[in-house]
Structure formats: C-alpha cells, structure tokens
C-alpha cells in the first residue's frame, strides 16, 4: 500500500491533537471518551447544513441572475461539499467500542462497559439522520429549481465524493479546512486511492454501502401522515 507522509496531522490544526492539554473541558470523559470530541462532531455538523440554508436563501433573494450572486453561491457549494463528509463521519465513531471492551475471544462480554454499544449506536444513528437531512436539504432545492431527475442524479454522483472525503478524514485524518493549507497533499492521497488496489476496494465498499445508507434513511426517516 502507497504511504504518504501526513506530517501535517502533527500540527495544531489537526483535531488529533487540538483537544490535547489541561483544559478542564479536555477531561469531561465518558469512560474515557472525551465529551468535547463529541460536541466537536456535531458541531461540524451544522456546518454543511449552514452552508445549504445559505445558498436557499441566496437563490431565493437573488435568483442567482447576477456575477456575484452566481461566484458567491458557487463558493458556498464548494464549502458545503467540502464539509458535508463531516455529517457522515460521526457514523465511524462505533469504532471506539474496541477501546472498551477488550475480551478474550469472540462470545465474550464486557459486563462493565455493555452500555457504551448504545452510546456509540445512539451518537452514530445521529450521524446518519444528519447526513440523510442535509443531503435532502440540497437535493430537495435542486428539484424545485432543476427538475426532479437532475437532483437524482447529482445525488448519485454526490456519494462517491462524500465516501471519499470520509475516508480520508478517517483514515488519512485529514479536516475539512486543511484542503486549503496542503493542498498538494491533499491532491496526493486523492490520487492513491485511484492507483493503490486496497484504498480504492475500501472507497468502492463504501460508496455501495452510503448509497444503501442513505436510501434506507430516506425510507425509515421519511415523515408518516397522520
């Protein structure tokens, strides 16, 4: 496998290390899990949905019929794309569950810490209804301006972009903001997972399984009339 050189996740704007230091609000912990992690993750959140509600309102006061208003709404686009890997991510956090519970072989159950698997599903099940919403929020303005078949396909073709930005967040640890600071880098471990036979498989399996994430939560998630 292709080995690229994240130095930058050594430095401060890496999340890794951010919340490292003797903050008092750096040791409010869950078993250990620290609560600002989470405040963080959803946080980062609101972030592609801010950046959405931005470009309705833009198209709704503007109509997109000027230079500005099209650069601008353009602009905000690319930032939504950029964070919207962030809603999704919280998702890969259940990984935690293996700092918790170290068994012995595979029937085993760590009595003291069972309750942490509904902590991570919980935390995670938020993760997916905000991907599923904020997607919509976008796929839903397309339709009404575009047509309905055209915010269909965007939204095929929005999901590879999205698995990919997961996976280099996860993986990689790359943040949102740092496409702008390295951006050679950032172009580099882009490349590795076109040309690196194991990186490219995880984006693949990925991608299938956000697409089955993200219909299924339009299907359990959709609202019921009374």
Same mark, same amino acid.
């Given at each position: 496998?292709?080995?690229?050189?994240?130095?930058?996740?050594?430095?401060?704007?890496?999340?890794?290390?951010?919340?490292?230091? &003797? #903050?008092?609000?750096?040791?409010?912990r869950i078993n250990d899990y620290q609560?600002?992690?989470?405040?963080?993750?959803?946080?980062?959140?609101?972030?592609?949905? *801010?950046?959405?509600?931005?470009?309705?309102?833009? /198209?709704?006061?503007?109509?997109?019929?000027?230079?500005?208003?099209?650069?601008?709404?353009?602009?905000?686009?690319?930032?939504?794309?950029?964070?919207?890997?962030?809603?999704?991510?919280?998702?890969? &956090? !259940?990984? #935690?569950?293996?700092?918790?519970?170290?068994?012995?072989?595979?029937?085993?159950?760590?009595?003291?810490?069972?309750?942490?698997?509904?902590? @991570?599903? !919980? /935390?995670?099940?938020?993760?997916?209804?905000?991907? =599923?919403?904020? =997607?919509?929020?976008?796929?839903?303005?397309?339709?009404? !301006?575009?047509?309905?078949?055209?915010?269909?396909?965007?939204?095929?073709?929005?999901?590879? @972009?999205?698995?990919?930005? @997961?996976?280099?967040?996860?993986?990689?640890?790359?943040?949102?903001?740092?496409? *702008?600071?390295?951006?050679?880098?950032?172009?580099?471990?882009?490349?590795?997972?076109?040309?690196?036979?194991?990186?490219?498989?995880?984006?693949?399996?990925?991608?299938?399984?956000?697409?089955?994430?993200y219909w299924s939560g339009n299907v359990?998630?959709?609202?019921?009339?009374?």
């Open positions: 496998m292709i080995e690229l050189h994240s130095y930058f996740n050594r430095s401060w704007t890496s999340v890794d290390n951010m919340f490292q230091g &003797d #903050h008092w609000y750096y040791n409010i609560l600002i992690t989470i405040a963080w993750n959803l946080g980062l959140i609101l972030v592609p949905w *801010f950046f959405g509600w931005v470009i309705i309102m833009l /198209y709704r006061r503007t109509g997109l019929a000027t230079w500005w208003a099209k650069i601008f709404g353009l602009v905000l686009f690319l930032f939504w794309l950029l964070f919207i890997p962030n809603a999704i991510y919280v998702v890969s &956090d !259940v990984r #935690h569950l293996a700092n918790y519970c170290e068994v012995a072989n595979k029937f085993s159950v760590c009595e003291q810490n069972v309750w942490m698997i509904l902590f @991570f599903y !919980v /935390y995670a099940t938020i993760g997916w209804v905000s991907f =599923v919403y904020i =997607v919509n929020q976008l796929k839903n303005f397309i339709a009404d !301006v575009y047509g309905q078949l055209l915010a269909e396909v965007w939204c095929v073709l929005l999901m590879p @972009f999205v698995s990919l930005g @997961f996976l280099l967040g996860l993986v990689q640890r790359w943040n949102s903001w740092e496409a *702008f600071m390295y951006p050679l880098n950032l172009k580099a471990d882009i490349v590795s997972y076109t040309n690196d036979v194991h990186r490219f498989t995880n984006w693949l399996i990925f991608t299938i399984f956000l697409y089955i994430l359990i998630f959709r609202p019921r009339n009374s």
